[in-house]
Nanobody, 121 residues
Framework: QVQLVESGGGLVQAGGSLSLSCAAS????????MGWFRQAPGKQREFVAI???????NYVDSVKGRFTISRDNAKNTVYLQMNSLKPEDTALYYC???????????????WGKGTLVTVSS
């Protein structure tokens, strides 16, 4: 099977930085887009950033200029560098990836279990 495991969350003061990582493992044939979503307490999960297999990126407006998504295809890993963090960035951050595994001819969307980011004011 396929697993996504996030790491790097924690507590940081407003204006600080954190770096998240998400490693995909298992019976992977190929990975298409990889991305990050977040869910704040009492709110719906929202899109944060995405990066294609070719390196094209897109961000939600609220993080543009502060967050940077990148990936290491050799390591099946996606990163999210978060700078100038604000209290409203506090959320559970989830990794998502569109992966084709050896067990299916179709690409499926996989999710990690999330890593908590808390930004204090």
């Amino acid at each position: 099977q396929v697993q996504l495991v996030e790491s790097g969350g924690g507590l940081v003061q407003a204006g600080g930085s954190l770096s998240l990582s998400c490693a995909a493992s298992g019976s992977i044939v190929s990975i298409n887009a990889m991305g990050w979503f977040r869910q704040a307490p009492g709110k719906q999960r929202e899109f944060v950033a995405i990066i294609t297999s070719g390196g094209s990126t897109n961000y939600v407006d609220s993080v543009k200029g502060r967050f940077t998504i990148s990936r290491d295809n050799a390591k099946n890993t996606v990163y999210l560098q978060m700078n100038s963090l604000k209290p409203e960035d506090t959320a559970l951050y989830y990794c998502n990836a569109d992966i084709r595994s050896y067990f299916s001819e179709f690409v499926k969307s996989y999710w990690g279990k999330g890593t908590l980011v808390t930004v204090s004011s």
